[in-house]
C-alpha cells in the first residue's frame, strides 16, 4: 500500500522556469513532510522540509506549499537550473514514533534543458 | 555533508554466496536504517535500529539480517544471495532531539547477483 502518491514520474523543464512536483498522503498521524534530492550513484540528500502547521516553506528557489485539508504537498523550484537535474522524492513521517521511519514516494526525475 | 559511508559501493557477486554490506556513521547517531530502491522506484525500509542491540524489520520484507553492536555501524548481511536481491542499498542515520527526523543517507551500494 502507497503511502505517499508522487507525480508526475519524470519531467522536462526549460532552464529558467519553475518544476513544479506534487504528492498526496493519506495517513494524517504525519507531521513531517521531508523533500529529498538525489543525483546518480548518491544517496538521497534532505533539500527541504514543512511541518502541517505552516502552509508555504521557502528556502532559497525551493518552497513546500501544504494543504492540509486535501493531504497534500507539493514542491516548487523556481528559475530551474541545468543543476537541479536530479530525481527528488516526497516523504512523510509521524514524529515521537522512536524510529522516525519515513515513507516515500516513487520520485520524479526532473530534467531541466539548457 | 553527512559522514555516513558504505562498502562496497559495488558488488557483483554469484548466486548463493554470502555478503555483508558495511554501513558506518562518524555522527553519533543512534538511529540507522537500511532501504532497498530498485531504478527508478521508491525506497523501501527493510530494517532499522533505534540503537546498540536494537534492530527491527521494516515495511518490505527481506531475506537479509542486520546487527548493531556498536553505535557506528550497522552491517547488513545476506546468507545466500540470489538474483531477486540485485537492488540498490542505501544506509542512513539519524539523531535525537531537535532535527532528529532528518535521516542521513550514504552513497549506496548497488548489489548486483548473477
Known amino acids: 500500500q502507497q503511502q505517499v502518491k508522487q507525480s508526475p514520474q519524470s519531467l522536462i523543464v526549460q532552464k529558467g522556469g519553475i518544476s513544479i512536483i506534487n504528492c498526496a498522503y493519506e495517513?494524517?498521524?504525519?507531521?513531517?513532510f521531508p523533500w529529498y534530492q538525489q543525483f546518480p550513484g548518491k544517496g538521497p540528500a534532505l533539500l527541504i522540509a514543512i511541518r502541517p502547521d505552516v502552509s508555504e516553506k521557502k528556502e532559497g528557489r525551493f518552497t513546500i506549499s501544504f494543504n492540509k485539508s486535501a493531504k497534500q504537498f507539493s514542491l516548487h523550484i523556481m528559475d530551474s537550473q541545468p543543476g537541479d537535474s536530479a530525481t527528488y522524492f516526497c516523504a512523510a513521517s509521524i514524529s515521537g514514533t522512536g524510529a522516525n521511519n519515513l515513507f516515500f514516494g516513487t520520485g520524479t526525475r526532473l530534467t531541466v534543458i539548457p | 555533508e553527512a559522514d555516513i559511508y558504505q562498502t562496497p559501493r559495488y558488488l557483483v557477486i554469484g548466486t548463493g554466496k554470502k555478503i555483508t554490506l558495511e554501513c558506518s556513521q562518524t555522527?553519533?547517531?543512534?538511529?540507522m536504517y537500511w532501504y532497498q530502491q530498485d531504478p527508478g522506484m521508491e525506497l523501501h525500509l527493510i530494517h532499522y535500529?533505534?540503537?546498540?542491540?536494537?534492530?527491527e524489520k521494516g515495511d518490505l520484507s527481506s531475506e537479509s539480517t542486520v546487527s548493531r553492536i556498536r553505535t557506528e555501524h550497522f552491517p547488513l548481511t545476506l546468507e545466500s544471495a540470489r538474483p531477486s536481491h540485485t537492488s540498490q542499498y542505501l544506509c542512513?542515520?539519524?539523531?535525537?532531539?531537535?532535527?532528529?527526523?532528518?535521516?542521513?543517507f550514504g552513497p549506496g551500494t548497488r548489489l548486483t547477483v548473477t
Open positions: 555522527m553519533g547517531h543512534d538511529k
Open positions: 535500529s533505534y540503537g546498540v542491540n536494537s534492530t
Open positions: 495517513n494524517t498521524a504525519f507531521d513531517y
Open positions: 542512513a542515520s539519524s539523531g535525537s532531539g531537535t532535527g532528529e527526523e532528518e535521516q542521513y
